[in-house]
């Protein structure tokens, strides 16, 4: 897969570089936009990464972040070059798991949130016929995932347990009480990963230390609590790829199918930005006090806009390389266009309206 270049940037040698942190949204084959949103930000040499925190997609993308930096030494900028190497080896690893034929929707679906389309092939849309009828426990006994593999030879995840600088967190989504739970340091293993991008639709529940786990994205996508608690910026840079919103209307089964699963994978979000806009209110108006262990947060965000929102599902399915490819680009395009913008205010203000995007009018108290 050829790799668009990231878009220059400018800066000054003697500036301290801003540091942020990154929290990462899962959704599948739209995770590229991701990689290329992480290309951009890992060549800009003003930024450092205090922390990363994902979920399915997300929590591949920022584990493969995490292998740059605990393998490429002590200089930022070699740790930064081998983590977009790492990324591009990775993605363009599930591109070619695509030639693996009717394989590549169960990994896709893997990746995303499980949701299906009349405009897959049919074999998939057997693949998900079936899938309504038997679990993974009977379609897929030995539950074989290729993934695993892949993951298993371009990470290394005792590096990972020991990295300190940037934090990482993945979350998962416990079986019995589903609640998230995140996994870092030594308790980051391929197991972990594994959880976090487990659909139950697709594979059979992951087992660790006798619990049993599925998406993170559904308790926590992207866990943002750890950011806040762990790591020294204030900063948080969202990499959103679940729309909010959605028109029209959705009326046929398959759209209204697509928009629950999308508020679904959405809901944690909401919630813990009600959380973080709520402190941050008591914190300004004194009812707060930092200093007892709670602390104001910039929030910002990178998304696809209009252009993610007129991706169908289906293409979340996608292993397509083209595809892929453009969505990096369109990520790296981005992420240059939100610097070019908002860079000034990281260490000084957020760029995004939290209650207005997330709280909505009938929260206020």
């Known amino acids: 897969m050829s790799r668009p270049s990231p878009p220059s940037v400018v800066f000054k040698e003697d500036s301290a570089p801003r540091q942020i942190s990154l929290a990462l949204q899962g959704g ?27 979920a399915s997609a997300g929590a591949v993308n920022a584990v493969a972040v995490a292998h740059g930096f605990a393998k490429g030494g002590e200089n930022y900028d ?7 190497e790492t990324l591009a080896r990775v993605w363009r690893g599930v591109a070619g798991l695509g030639s693996l034929g009717s394989m590549a929707q169960g990994i896709a679906r893997m990746l995303t949130s499980g949701w299906s389309s009349d405009a897959v092939s049919a074999s998939g849309a057997f693949s998900d016929a079936m899938s309504r009828w038997m679990s993974p ?20 995840f005792e590096a990972i347990g ?11 989504t416990q079986v019995r009480t589903g609640r998230a739970e995140i996994f870092h340091g030594r308790r980051l293993t391929l197991q972990a990963l594994m959880a976090s991008t487990c659909l139950p639709q697709m594979f059979q529940a992951v087992e660790i230390d006798d619990q049993h786990y599925w998406d993170g994205g559904f308790s926590s996508n992207p866990p943002l609590a750890p950011l806040i608690d762990a790591c020294d910026s204030r900063d ?22 697509e928009r629950v699963n999308e508020l679904n994978f959405n809901a944690s979000l909401l919630s813990q930005m009600r959380s ?26 990178i998304d696809g806009g209009k252009a993610m929102q007129e991706l169908s599902a289906a293409s979340k399915l996608s292993a397509d ?44 108290t």
Do not use: C
Request: charged fraction near 25%; hydrophobic fraction near 45%.
């Open 162 to 172: 020991g990295l300190q600088h940037p934090r990482v967190f993945i979350s998962a």
């Open 321 to 364: 390389t083209a595809m892929m490819e453009k969505l990096f680009g369109e990520g790296a395009a981005a992420a240059a266009t939100w610097l070019g913008k908002h860079f000034d205010a990281i260490g000084s203000k957020g760029t995004i309206d939290i209650h207005r995007d997330y709280v909505g009018a009938g929260y206020r």
């Open 276 to 301: 973080i806009d709520f402190i941050n209110r008591l914190i300004a108006r004194g009812a707060l006090v930092e200093a007892e262990g709670y602390k104001s947060v910039r929030l910002h965000r």
């Open 28 to 54: 599948g084959s739209h995770g590229a936009f991701t990689w290329g949103v992480l290309d951009t930000l890992l060549s800009d040499r003003r930024l450092e990464i205090a922390g990363l925190s994902g």
């Open 236 to 257: 948080i840079v969202l990499v959103q790829l679940n729309p909010m919103s959605r028109d029209p209307l959705p009326q046929t089964v398959q759209e209204i199918a």
């Open 78 to 84: 070699d740790r930064a070059r081998l983590a977009r």
């Open 137 to 156: 426990y009977q379609s897929n006994p030995l539950d074989f995932n290729p993934l695993r593999r892949l993951l298993d030879a371009e990470i290394d």
